[in-house]
């Protein structure tokens, strides 16, 4: 198929920052993500990055940790 053309569109009309991915890379991603941050330059989607998987994992791990806080401090307050 063709690629997917993703920018900034200002508030003058032009658009900046315009980055193309090719569909087939688009889905290749499992979860078919539709964010440019997410593929790298050779197309690979950052799912099956180890490095990015492990920020995931931690950014995740902070904001239960953060949840369950918040949790504990409502219980204590009845």
Known sequence: MGD????????DGTVTNVRFI??????KCPLCIMVPEH???DG???CFDK???DRIRAERL???????????RQKARK
Do not use: H, P
């Not at 053309?5 to 508030?11: A, Q, V």
């Open 22 to 27: 090719k569909q087939s890379d688009i889905m």
């Open 44 to 46: 690979t989607c950052l």
């Open 62 to 72: 902070a904001r239960r940790a953060k949840t369950l806080a918040a949790i504990e």
């Open 39 to 41: 593929y790298k330059t």
């Open 4 to 11: 997917v053309e993703f920018g900034t569109l200002n508030r």
């Open 51 to 53: 490095g990015e998987q």
